[in-house]
């Protein structure tokens, strides 16, 4: 019977979790949607914009991998449409030619930081409350 409460303590604790996650998302989806952008693609230039934060700095795209939440091909797709809508760079890496680079453009970097705000806003209000 103690198994039992147990698991059931940790399946609603994760339920909660998740439940934490999913209003986040859609919350920070619905601000940033005027502007293009859904919480995905916000995370990439938000990653992009403080692991290089001078103009011309790049990032592997492999070191993006593990701090999205998305799959590699899923995470290529973003960064393609990314690319297209000119808020990012991708060249190949000279040194090892599996390797791609990703930087922000300064297109990218702009509105990295006019939506920056308000999508620590959404973070205040939901993971606050």
Same mark, same amino acid.
């Given at each position: ?69 998305? +799959?590699? +091909? ?38 990295? +930081? ?16």
């Amino acid at each position: 019977m103690a198994l039992n409460t147990v698991s059931t303590g940790l399946e609603e604790r994760w339920r909660d979790i998740l439940a934490v996650h999913a209003r986040t998302m859609c919350e920070i989806d619905r601000v940033l949607h005027p502007h293009g952008l859904g919480a995905s693609d916000f995370e990439v230039l938000d990653i992009l914009a403080t692991e290089s934060p001078r103009e011309g700095d790049q990032c592997r795209v492999q070191n993006l991998v593990g701090r999205v939440h998305l +799959s590699q +091909s899923a995470l290529s797709r973003l960064i393609g449409r990314l690319e297209k809508d000119g808020l990012v760079e991708r060249s190949m890496c000279v040194e090892d030619r599996r390797g791609v680079w990703v930087s922000l453009t300064r297109k990218g970097r702009d509105l990295h +930081s006019e939506v920056l705000p308000l999508q620590r806003a959404v973070l205040a209000k939901t993971l606050n409350s």
